[in-house]
């Protein structure tokens, strides 16, 4: 009896911890995440950020490497004479002084690179985080899609019930019957193919937020009518250009190239070489020129005469991409202006197509399927023309979470394009 009660009590434990983790695994995978959270889990996690982060840690540590001075050098020299004139030793310190401000042009120029790179890591977040938001908002629709599917399954496969029993009624002919079943099960084709669809775009938010794929099964939330604004395109304009990051690396690049010039300027200066030494020469015995132990101080100016190099192809080059730069910079302005504009223009029609949807064609889709359901119930209308009432309501269905979904993406790119972001939904 004991033994019984003891096997008893073990099955028992044992089963409240499965259980357990299985309440937890459960958890785990239907774990959800806001539009909030995940942003924030991109900009901390994902590693192509992580690595453009380097970029500026690269350029911070090129300005120690601008403020390096020339080494002090330390020479050497012996030599032995021959007919006993005695040896001799040169020991000596050499120094080359910058002249022209090299190490300060180095130095800004270095500073303001990593200013560069900095806007520049700007603006690769301003890009992820609006690509991040579409993946974001792609698992919303994904899911209103299969939603519609799933509706419009549940409708075909309760018709099919009705008309299998209106079958055996002998209120409708075998083929019709059979007909509904058919398009139920055909519907189970595209619920399997939207759920799909619907899974990998949530594998994707796995990948964006620098995460590997594990039992974490990340479910989204958000409601997609919250995009809504009113805008002033002239604004957006003047907004984007003055707040836009690849806008203001455009304008730091410039000043990067104003650097350059200055610090080939400043290397077409020579420098200066400087060094002073203590010689120590032997007793020489020779008969004719004895001498004895002695030694000397020595110093020296080295004085570089530039007939072949003066530098000029240095100065050229900085010259060049100056105006290259600013070349590029009003490129920037203008491609700022087309992208607004067009994404405004997009915006705007996206907005108009969501009235449509709301003002009329979801409300008449509705009403057209209810009232060839009824007509097909009461015999008035053929299940063909049912099934075509019930198609069309389907592709309003989606057609509208679709331009939801675009009303969406467009509001994102606006905001993209014009350097603004107040996203939250």
Do not use: C
Request: proline share 1%; aromatic share 8%.
């Amino acid at each position: 009896m004991k033994i019984i009660k003891s096997i008893f009590f073990t099955a028992s434990f044992l089963i409240n911890i499965l259980h357990t983790q299985s309440q937890t695994r459960q958890e785990v995978e239907n774990q959800i995440i806001t539009y909030s959270e995940f942003i924030k889990q991109v900009a901390e996690n994902n590693l192509e950020y992580a690595a453009e982060k380097f970029n500026v840690s690269l350029a911070e540590a090129e300005i120690d490497v601008a403020k390096i001075i020339p080494d002090v050098e330390l020479g050497l020299e012996g030599g032995s004479n021959n007919k006993s004139m005695g040896n001799s030793m040169e020991i000596g310190l050499g120094w080359t002084i910058e002249l022209g401000g090299k190490r300060k042009a180095r130095i800004n120029l270095a500073k303001s690179e990593v200013e560069l790179n900095k806007y520049l890591l700007q603006n690769f977040y301003n890009n992820l985080r609006a690509d991040a938001t579409l993946l974001y908002l792609q698992t919303l629709q994904n899911k209103q899609l299969l939603d519609v599917q799933k509706r419009s399954y549940d409708m075909l496969e309760q018709l099919a019930k009705s008309d299998s029993l209106r079958y055996k009624l002998g209120v409708i002919a075998h083929i019709d019957a059979r007909q509904s079943k058919f398009e139920a099960q055909s519907m189970l084709n595209e619920i399997y193919e939207a759920e799909t669809e619907w899974q990998n775009s949530i594998i994707n938010l796995s990948l964006v937020m620098g995460k590997s794929q594990t039992d974490q099964w990340w479910m989204t939330e958000g409601d997609l009518n919250k995009f809504d604004r009113n805008f002033d395109l002239s604004q957006l304009i003047t907004t984007a250009q003055n707040n836009r990051a690849d806008a203001m690396a455009g304008i730091q690049n410039v000043k990067v190239s104003e650097e350059m010039l200055k610090l080939a300027n400043a290397n077409r200066i020579m420098d200066l070489g400087i060094s002073a030494g203590l010689q120590l020469n032997g007793k020489a015995t020779n008969e004719e020129a004895p001498s004895p132990y002695h030694t000397g101080v020595v110093a020296g100016l080295n004085i570089p005469l530039r007939f072949l190099n003066n530098r000029k192809g240095e100065k050229k080059i900085a010259e060049y991409t100056i105006q290259k730069s600013n070349l590029e910079y009003k490129q920037i302005e203008l491609q700022i202006q087309t992208e607004i504009t067009q994404a405004y223009n997009n915006y705007i029609t996206s907005q108009k197509q969501v009235k449509q949807f709301k003002d009329h064609l979801l409300k008449q889709a509705e009403e057209i399927l209810k009232g060839k359901m009824y007509s097909y119930q009461r015999g008035e209308t053929s299940l063909l023309e049912l099934l075509d009432a019930q198609r069309t309501h389907n592709d309003v269905q989606k057609s509208y979470y679709e331009t939801i979904f675009n009303y969406a993406s467009s509001l994102i790119e606006l905001e993209r394009v014009s350097g603004i972001w107040d996203i939250e939904f």
